[in-house]
């Protein structure tokens, strides 16, 4: 508890802490002296000799899960963690700099189901020349978004920026690594990643492959086609070989391998053509179909069984209508020496 003589100001930020700490809380580093350190630069001289430590008490409730990563990739941190009876978690992981590929960002992060908190430390070797962790190739479907990201390490002044091989263009710059670029690309590309510092220059490259799902493009529409006339079928697609089209239908069952374009000519229709037809396209990574129908119309049945109640009610069995809807039936009633003749 505070004295009447504390400062107002003190007591408002202790109170901050404390409810921070109930339940139900996001991960909050505690303060301490290395927490804005987030720059180191370390003389050659010292290479190897001296661990820095990436200290930080940690509170969050649920516990939060915690990582460290190195430009982006996990690392093992095996007894790093420890436990303290004050809810809190304390971390503690030396960072070895042997060589220049030790260079580079490391990172804690905290995380549970309210949120996330993290720690970086930027660490150079004094007048190092610019040097780029290895990137990855990148394949990705067409039309879905991307993001590259370099990470690089060098001091004084380094300058990053990826580059743009297929329109030789600067795409993006920055002075902190790692260097995004967020894209959507419909075509294969290569990017460079490149920086530079006044004691070098260095690149690398990396290669965008766009793969091309299986789709279709386009189809027969339905179509109300009369009897005997001529139907042109047809079903275009598009994707990366290896490629499978197929069509099926009432009667057919038409597979082409690598070919992109279907079509079908029916030169006399018939009513066991009508029916749903399918077009069904696959490649190694996706696949894609579609659905049209075709009705073949005839001439309606004929009435074959009319019964007479009276002379004010007569019906039917409804026949066939020849797959069109029949809008109305003629009947003329003759009477002949006390029959009733129907004509229809």
């Known amino acids: 508890m505070l004295d009447s003589n504390s400062d107002p100001h003190e007591k408002s930020t202790l109170d901050i802490i404390y409810f921070s700490k109930h339940l139900d809380s996001p991960p909050f580093i505690l303060p301490n002296d290395e927490i804005h ?27 939060p899960e915690i990582n460290i990563y190195k430009d982006g990739k996990k690392l093992l941190i095996n007894n790093s963690i420890e436990y303290l009876s004050s809810g809190d978690i304390f971390l503690h992981y030396p960072i070895y700099i042997s060589n220049i590929n030790d260079t580079g960002l490391y990172e804690c992060l905290a995380k549970n189901s309210f949120g996330s908190i993290s720690l970086s430390k930027h660490i150079n070797i004094e007048k190092q020349k610019p040097f780029i962790q290895s990137l990855t190739n990148l394949t990705i479907r067409t039309d879905q978004q991307f993001t590259l990201g370099c990470y690089a390490s060098g001091q004084p002044n380094l300058y990053l920026q990826w580059i743009d091989e297929t329109n030789n263009q600067i795409i993006n710059t920055s002075s902190t690594s790692p260097i995004l670029f967020t894209s959507i690309n419909t075509k294969s590309n290569v990017y460079t990643c490149q920086a530079r510092n006044p004691y070098g220059e260095i690149s690398s490259k990396i ?70 037809y399918e077009c069904y396209v696959k490649n190694n990574y996706s696949e894609d179909h579609s659905i049209f129908e075709i009705i073949v119309q005839n001439i309606p049945d004929k009435i074959e069984n009319i019964f007479i109640e009276n002379s004010e009610r007569i019906f039917w069995m409804k026949p066939f209508n020849g797959n069109s809807k029949i809008l109305k039936y003629i009947l003329k009633i003759q009477y002949k020496q006390g029959k009733i003749i129907i004509f229809y």
């Open 207 to 276: 290669f965008l492959t766009i793969q091309n799902p299986a789709r279709i493009l386009s189809i027969t529409p339905n179509k109300t086609i009369k009897i005997n006339e001529k139907l042109d079928i047809y079903c275009f697609a598009d994707g990366d070989n290896p490629f499978e089209l197929l069509l099926k239908s009432p009667l057919i069952k038409k597979k082409y391998e690598n070919k992109k374009n279907l079509s079908i000519i029916i030169d006399n229709i018939q009513m066991s053509d009508s029916g749903l």
């Open 37 to 63: 350190l987030n720059s180191i630069i370390i003389a050659p001289k010292n290479i190897s000799h001296i661990p820095i430590d990436l200290n930080c008490t940690i509170y969050g409730d649920p516990i």
